[in-house]
C-alpha cells in the first residue's frame, strides 16, 4: 500500500511539473507551489497514517505469534500430562491384574485350606466318635468313665481298680495337638510309662491297647 502512495504522489509531482512548465506568470507560480505543498503535506500525513497502521498490524502479528508460542506451550504441557495420565493408568491396570491373579491365588489356597480342615475336622470327629464307642464299651468292663473338661480336653476315670478302695479314681487327661496327634497328660496317680504308651498309640492308632494298657499301669501301681 505504501508503494501505491508513492506512485500516486509521483504522479502529482508530473502533474505539478506540466502545469509549471505552461505557466507564465508569478501568481500562478506561486499557486503552483501551494499546491506543491498541499500535496506534499497530504501525502505526508497519509504515509504517516500508512506508517501507523502498518506497525499495528506488524504489533498485532507479533501478539498473535506470542499467543500461538502460548497455545503451543499448553498444549504441549496437557499431551505430556495425558501421556503421564495414560502411563498411571497402564500401571494401575497392571496392579489391578497382578491383584486379580493375587486373590485369586488367595482364593483357591483358602479353598485347600478349607477342605484341609474339612477332612481334619472329619477325621477328629471320627476319632471323638471312636473314643466314646471305646467309653461305652468300656464303661461296664472296666469302669471307665470318660469327661470333657475345659481346654478340649477328655479326662478318662477309672474305678474298680483297688480292691480294698473300688470306688477309688485313676485317671488322666487326652487331647489332640496342633499336629492332631494324641497327647497325654496330668495322671493321677503318676504313671513314668505315660510317655512310653502315648508314642505307642501315636504309631498304631490301637487306642483299645491303650487304654488296657493305661489301666494295667494303674493296677501295677496299687499292686506295687
Known sequence: MVEDELTLFDKSINEFWNKFKSTDTANQMMGLRDTYKDSVKA?????????????????????????????NKLIQEKKDNLLKLIAEVKDKKQELKELTT?????????????????????ANAERLKRLQQSADLYKD????????????????IFTNIDPKHPESPFMFSLHLNEARDYEVSDSAPHLECLAEFQESVRKTNNFSAFLANVRKAFTAVVYN
Open 43 to 71: 501525502f505526508a500525513e497519509k504515509l504517516s497514517v500508512k506508517l501507523k497502521e502498518e506497525e499495528r498490524m506488524v504489533e498485532m502479528f507479533l501478539e498473535y505469534q506470542n499467543q500461538i508460542c502460548r497455545q
Open 102 to 122: 493375587n486373590i485369586q491365588d488367595l482364593k483357591e489356597e483358602y479353598s485347600r485350606k478349607k477342605k484341609t480342615i474339612s477332612a481334619a475336622n472329619k
Open 141 to 156: 468292663r472296666l469302669g471307665l468313665e470318660i469327661r470333657k473338661i475345659h481346654g478340649d480336653k477328655l479326662q478318662f
